[in-house]
């Protein structure tokens, strides 16, 4: 007697069915994701409409006298100096490029690249960094402070006029 194949609507095909849907919708959810991140990550932050890109730090509150924070969206670190002012230094090295942490012990960025070092108001301290790590515009309004990333001062030195004072 021939073996009778197995039909279409019978419980195990079905079954089978339903776990192959299952899985290809799975894979389709996963694919939307990847999608998703790519293509938020490659997209260009909107900018205002003066060009700018605006980075909302917060309320001047947040920031104690003598602190740095870290802000890698904006790729830079909002400095409150001891006596209130504020700086944006970017977290490039003028040297070669590297990503400069702050190290809080040391109370200096230190480039892990060539040891250049910056002090708090992003001075070279320690060559063979060039200059100064560049700045950005700091503003403060309605007591929010507020770092415009669109473009980087370039500066050779430290000078007191570009510490924002509120």
């Not at 894979?27 to 990847?34: D, I, N, S």
Request: glycine share 6%; charged share 25%; aromatic share 10%.
């Amino acid at each position: 007697m021939p073996a009778q194949a197995a039909r279409p609507d019978t419980p195990a095909s079905s079954r089978r069915s339903f776990l192959w849907k299952t899985w290809l919708g799975l894979a389709a959810v996963a694919a939307a994701e990847v999608v998703w991140v790519v293509v938020d990550f490659v997209r260009p932050r909107k900018a205002q409409a003066d060009g700018s890109m605006i980075v909302v730090a917060g309320p001047i509150e947040r920031f104690e006298p003598g602190t740095v924070t870290a802000f890698p969206q904006g790729k830079f670190y909002l400095v409150r100096l001891d006596d209130g002012g504020f700086l944006a230094v970017s977290r490039e090295c003028t040297h070669l490029g590297c990503t400069v942490p702050w190290v809080e012990t040391e109370r200096q960025f230190v480039c892990p690249c060539h040891s250049s070092a910056f002090d708090i108001r992003g001075d070279v301290v320690n060559p063979p960094a060039p200059r100064a790590l560049d700045l950005y515009e700091v503003r403060v309004e309605n007591r929010v402070v507020k770092v415009n990333t669109a473009t980087a001062e370039r500066r050779a030195t430290f000078e007191p006029g570009q510490v924002l004072r509120t």
